[in-house]
């Protein structure tokens, strides 16, 4: 399939998930998920790290490439950064709640927005994870083939919906992405601290 048509096709279904999400934010019940049957929990899981990890492809292919060299170097420390990741942005979107709560906006289509955005950007985390965690398996096993790692990350993510209990798939699912996401994280980490010193001794 063309690039092209990629972006099209994952920007339809993308657009038909999140236009009723945003318009409903306010009135879903969360125990709703956790309710669900583990095998709608599955599909749903499958579905959104497979349409989130496609999107990340397309956009950021070489990225991808980059974050398994990463977490193939030191995949046991790649988890705490991947953790770390997770709980930035839950952070950053619990202090954006409170704000808005205060503000007198969590109520409004702007407090409803501000929900689905962060929901997003957990989703792509996972969706990011996920596919690095999946070309690892490629490359480990034979070549690596991120797209095969796409489809094998999204079965991964909906297995851990199928055999655990709510609370522990939700564990389970965040420590699995937590390993494609933190070895680029660890990089981007160290990165940063290393600009800064590297000016420093040059002046």
């Known amino acids: 399939m063309a690039v092209g048509s990629t972006y099209r096709a994952v920007a339809m279904v993308v657009g038909l998930v999140a236009v009723p999400g945003v318009a409903s934010a306010q009135s879903l019940d969360p125990t709703a998920v956790a309710d669900a049957p583990p095998v709608?929990?599955?599909?749903?899981?499958?579905?959104?790290?497979?349409?989130?990890?496609?999107?990340?492809?397309?956009?950021?292919?070489?990225?991808?490439?980059?974050a398994v060299d990463d977490t193939m170097a030191s995949p046991v420390v790649a988890v705490l950064y991947g953790l770390g990741a997770y709980v930035f942005v839950l952070f950053a979107g619990l202090l954006a709640s409170t704000l808005m709560a205060q503000f007198g906006v969590a109520s409004t289509p702007v407090g409803a927005l501000s929900a689905v955005v962060l929901v997003g950007g957990v989703a792509l985390l996972g969706g990011f994870g996920y596919v690095v965690v999946g070309t690892v398996l490629?490359?480990?096993?034979?070549?690596?083939?991120?797209?095969?790692?796409?489809?094998?990350?999204?079965?991964?993510?909906?297995?851990?919906?199928?055999?655990?209990?709510?609370?522990?798939?939700?564990?389970?699912?965040?420590?699995?992405?937590?390993?494609?996401?933190?070895?680029?994280?660890?990089?981007?980490?160290?990165?940063e601290r290393t600009v800064p010193a590297e000016r420093a001794t040059s002046e």
Request: glycine share 12%.
């Open 138 to 191: 490629t490359d480990l096993f034979d070549e690596r083939r991120p797209r095969r790692g796409l489809l094998l990350g999204s079965a991964l993510s909906a297995v851990c919906w199928l055999f655990f209990p709510v609370l522990a798939a939700v564990a389970v699912w965040l420590l699995v992405a937590a390993v494609g996401v933190g070895g680029r994280a660890r990089t981007w980490v160290h990165a």
């Open 40 to 66: 709608v929990q599955a599909v749903g899981s499958f579905v959104l790290v497979g349409l989130c990890g496609a999107l990340v492809l397309a956009r950021r292919g070489p990225l991808v490439d980059r």
